[in-house]
């Protein structure tokens, strides 16, 4: 068992060993500025998943930051319910690191 996290560069990927279970880390993390926008537009999680044709779960998902990926019917409604083009959706933070599925 490894006591520390051994962080090792390997090209553009950071590959993180601890306790025996290796995580491979892309530069930078996006992140969803759903919860920004819906707030813009005083719009709940209920309001935003029937708006968007999503279910509310995936609203939730979302609205929380909490989705590694996502479907582009569910970015279109998006878009379409939060009247906004697909980059205002996201942001790109190059100071965090997210691990790669």
Avoid at 51 to 62: C, E, F, H, R, V
Avoid at 78 to 85: I, Q, R, S
Wanted: some cysteine.
């Amino acid at each position: 068992m490894l006591d520390k996290t051994i962080k090792i560069v390997y090209s553009d990927y950071n590959l993180n060993a601890k306790e025996g279970n290796l995580t491979i880390m892309s530069p930078g993390a996006i992140r969803n500025r759903v919860s920004e926008m819906a707030g813009r537009r005083r719009m709940n999680i209920k309001k935003l998943a029937e708006a968007a044709g999503i279910s509310y779960q995936t609203a939730y998902s979302l609205y929380h930051d909490q989705t590694s990926r996502i479907d582009f019917a569910t970015m279109a409604g998006l878009c379409k319910a939060l009247e906004v083009e697909v980059g205002e959706l996201f942001k790109y933070d190059i100071e965090e690191d997210s691990p790669v599925d």
